[in-house]
């Protein structure tokens, strides 16, 4: 199940695991964030606690989770 394009705020992001979660407007619920999901073609693929993020959301095993997830 995939939801449509939502935006965000990064809430945490460890980039030595290379995950971490980001707190959709609007909800309260957060969504996990991989950092193969991150789609920035310009190196490392990091997020920092703040950013405004746009991504979609899908089901994933474990819930929620983001999918191109792009800096805004």
């Known amino acids: 199940m995939t939801q449509g394009r939502t935006t965000g705020v990064v809430k945490w992001f460890n980039?030595?695991?290379g995950f971490g979660f980001i707190t959709p407007d609007?909800?309260?619920k957060d969504v996990f964030?991989?950092?193969?999901a991150i789609a920035?073609?310009?190196?490392y693929r990091s997020l920092n606690?703040?950013?405004r993020?746009?991504?979609?959301?899908a089901q994933?095993?474990?819930?929620?989770e983001?999918?191109?997830v792009r800096r805004v």
Do not use: I, P
């Open 15 to 17: 980039a030595e695991k």
């Open 26 to 28: 609007g909800q309260e």
């Open 33 to 36: 964030v991989h950092f193969s």
């Open 40 to 43: 920035d073609t310009t190196g």
């Open 49 to 51: 606690e703040g950013d």
């Open 53 to 57: 993020v746009e991504f979609m959301v």
């Open 60 to 64: 994933g095993q474990k819930g929620l």
């Open 66 to 68: 983001a999918k191109e």
